[in-house]
């Protein structure tokens, strides 16, 4: 589950940072914040505490009784996978070909329609509706809802799905306040080698 909610949010980031340059959002803000993210899906409500800096992310999350921290390193190619539970974690190669914003954003061929539904207000901030269509090539890649916070420096403070069967919203925003020791592997923990996962448990090696 842990993995799939990290690619869920990713998605979400990715649809969210196209729409930024079109409005004209704050983007040094946008890579330097924190927050509570609540996303209902059919699979059930997800709370979860996101913080970004630059490229880098670090999200943690709750359910059934387990709680996880996943972390992105784009700058070293890896994500981190951790579970405080057992002071264990899984590395596992971040392929950024496809995948990093930077690059999409710099990227000709992306291009992104963005087309204004009016304006609402969300968790108590003033908020631009949008409907987000972003194509490679001609191509369809991602659509979706997102709402800009006009108080947060246009900030998606709200995602939907196209279908509208997942719904995300971005809740206690702080902009400026996030420490690169936030992104750095904890000590204590020890990483699992992963190397025999298709046959077998994963073994525990130290760090």
């Not at 009016?118 to 194509?135: L, N, Q």
């Not at 369809?140 to 420096?153: M, N, Q, R, V």
């Not at 809740?171 to 306040?177: A, D």
């Amino acid at each position: 589950m842990c993995k799939k909610v990290v690619l869920q949010v990713f998605s979400i980031l990715v649809l969210s940072v196209f729409s930024l340059p079109v409005s004209g959002a704050d983007l040094g803000a946008f890579r330097n914040y924190s927050a509570d993210m609540e996303t209902i899906s059919p699979q059930g409500t997800f709370t979860s505490r996101i913080f970004t800096k630059d490229k880098k992310m670090r999200m943690e999350s709750s359910a059934q009784g387990h709680s996880s921290i996943t972390i992105m390193r784009p700058d070293k190619k890896v994500i981190w996978m951790l579970m405080p539970d057992s002071k264990t974690y899984m590395e596992m190669p971040l392929d950024l070909s496809r995948q990093d914003m930077q690059s999409l954003l710099n990227d000709p061929n992306v291009k992104v329609d963005k087309e204004s539904l009016g304006s609402e207000v969300v968790d108590r901030h003033p908020a631009k509706k949008y409907h987000i269509t972003m194509t490679t090539n001609g191509k369809k890649e991602k659509s979706g809802y997102i709402w800009e916070a006009t108080d947060l420096g246009n900030l998606p403070v709200k995602y939907q799905s196209e279908d509208l069967k997942i719904t995300t919203i971005w809740k206690n925003v702080k902009t400026g306040v996030v420490a690169d020791s936030v992104f750095e592997l904890p000590a204590g923990y020890n990483k699992m080698d992963t190397g025999g996962m298709g046959g077998g448990a994963a073994r525990r090696s130290k760090k």
